[in-house]
């Protein structure tokens, strides 16, 4: 799988989300200081109720350009199966029939790519399966508890 490629794809998508709260948070942010938004009473708080909505935005936009700018300085390597699991990797976990693939990043988990017909989830080290997977080799085995039920998962790539 290209790695690049899938990267790309990533800072894509994030680019999209970036838009998005930026675009939401201008909007709530006139909303807020819109002359109909002042408050009639002392129990009307809509005015104040967006002012912290779009602070709210606005900092998400700020975390998401964040991670734009990680994922674009990133280092993009190969990884042989010996190497240890670590940020930048690409790794196939395999229980039974079923195959999940995760990128390692230095943050945006849980954002979800589709990139060569395979749906891949980025994680970071932080995250409670980045943190099992970190210095994990192709090869090796994992117990992992997902929705109350523990399973065993092989590390089946590391690219």
Do not use: C, W
Request: net charge neutral; aromatic share 6%; charged share 30%.
């Amino acid at each position: 799988m290209n790695k690049q490629a899938l990267v790309e794809k990533i800072i894509a998508r994030l680019a999209e989300e970036l838009a998005l709260y930026s675009k939401a948070a201008r909007a709530t942010r006139a909303e807020a200081t819109d002359e109909q938004s002042k408050a009639e009473n002392k129990y009307d708080t809509r005015g104040l109720e967006a002012s912290y909505l779009a602070r709210g935005q606005s900092r998400q936009a700020s975390e998401i350009g964040q991670a734009i700018h990680e994922f674009e300085s990133l280092a993009i390597r190969e990884f042989g199966p010996a190497d240890p699991i670590g940020l930048g990797a690409l790794v196939e976990l395999q229980a039974k029939k079923e195959r999940s693939f995760y990128f390692i990043g230095p943050r945006a988990g849980g954002t979800e790519i589709v990139h060569e017909k395979t749906e891949v989830l980025v994680i970071t080290s932080q995250s409670p399966l980045g943190e099992q997977l970190v210095g994990k080799k192709q090869g090796d085995r994992l117990q992992i508890e997902i929705g109350g039920s523990r399973n065993t998962y092989r590390v089946a790539t590391v690219s």
